[in-house]
């Protein structure tokens, strides 16, 4: 289906820009007119070529609106309210410019003979794999409301998650910011000018200050190549973790740090058992729910023992028995699993699981945020001391001298 950019006049005289889809010219007419909108220009776009009208700042619908649109289609269609309707009324409702074009977009596809998960999977950087996955399957058995019900939760429980996240990391990373900024001031601004001073009055240096006077010495020096070996570094690396094996490497790093791995862990093992949930129980099969869930974890391992599970189920073998050889698979989430596929209720089993690691991931986060604290003190009180050590000492012999 053709994609086409139009000029067209509202009933009012309004001048509307927008895209829309259709077979042909005459049809996007007619979906125009359907609108009340009198076309004035309708010219086909080439993906090739419409490069600069592509939303280079990522997804026009960020978590939140995207929640907001599961939930209200959810409720008009379960009110009995066609999808057409329910998406031309949620077009008028949103102010949002960029998520109402996408909304406008689903709206056309739909009036076009698409059904609605045809028209999101035009739009995969709003929709995802995951997403697009349930709402077929939704459609398919004639539950598309509660496919939709059930995907506004699990996005709801990411995003609630992602901003404890966040909430817990802000205050030790504005800390450090702000300490490395005073004490670049203080190495490039304030000890170059006391150096001069300390040198004319034979002042013997102590090691701290000597240190950072090498240090503040070599970066003013050599701080163009600083920058380029660090930006080389910095694409090297990135160029790295772009390719499949790189990016194996990182997430089997990630699962392997000291001190932290078991907190990793739960954290994609929350994730993992939340999306697997919403598959299940949105009655999607299970190679396709593996597959699904594989394209909505981030993390590599996990995302390579899915393929591999699914490879086993489709030659008959069973989740739990395949995930008991699974280092990265904790015992307690075969154990769950494994009932689950006794009494045949796996989506309940994985939604317990879910809700265990997420309460042991919240609790982890509430003892780093009141421990964080102290430990960042004691660290930056070193740092910081190390630094005032290397000023103040010759400041202090200087007196003497005199």
Known sequence: MAQFSYKARSNDGQLTRGKLRAPTVERATA?????????????????????????????????????LFSRQLASMIQAGVPVLEALRAMEHQIDKKTFQETVRDLAYGVESGEALSQAMSKHSNVFNPFYLGVVRTGEASGRLSHALEVLANQIDQDYAFIQKVRAALIYPVFVVVVVIILSLIMLIFVLPQLTGLF???????????????????????FWLLVILV????????????????????????????????????KI???????????????????????????????????????????????????????????????????????????????????????????????????????????????????????????????????????
């Open 31 to 67: 979906l125009l007119r359907t609108h009340g909108l009198t076309p004035v220009d309708i010219t086909p776009l080439d993906a090739g070529k419409n490069v600069l009208t592509r939303n280079v700042f990522g997804s026009p619908m960020n978590r939140k609106d995207l929640i």
């Open 199 to 221: 040198s004319e009055a034979g002042v013997v240096l102590p090691w701290p200050t000597r240190l950072l006077i090498a240090v503040t010495g070599f970066f003013q020096r």
């Open 230 to 265: 660090a930006a080389a570094l910095g694409v090297i690396a990135r160029s790295y973790f772009k390719t499949p094996e790189g990016q194996y490497t990182f997430s089997s790093y990630l699962l392997r740090l000291p001190g932290i791995r078991t907190l990793i862990q």
């Open 268 to 402: 994609y093992l929350a994730r993992l058992s939340s999306v697997l949930e919403t598959l299940f129980e949105s009655d999607v099969p299970v190679i396709q729910s593996l597959t699904l869930a594989r394209d909505a974890i981030g993390n590599r391992v996990y995302q390579r023992i899915l393929v591999d599970t699914a490879k086993a189920v489709r030659d008959g073998a069973s989740l739990s028995s395949v995930w008991q050889h699974e280092a990265s698979i904790p015992p307690l989430l075969t154990t769950m699993v494994a009932v689950g596929e006794r009494s045949g209720n796996v989506s309940r089993a994985f939604g317990e699981a879910a809700r265990f690691f997420r309460r042991d991931v919240d609790a982890a986060f509430s003892s780093i945020t009141v421990l964080i604290e102290p430990i960042l003190i004691v660290v930056l009180g070193v740092g910081v001391g190390i630094v005032v050590a290397a000023v103040l000492l010759p400041i202090y012999n200087l007196v003497l001298v005199l």
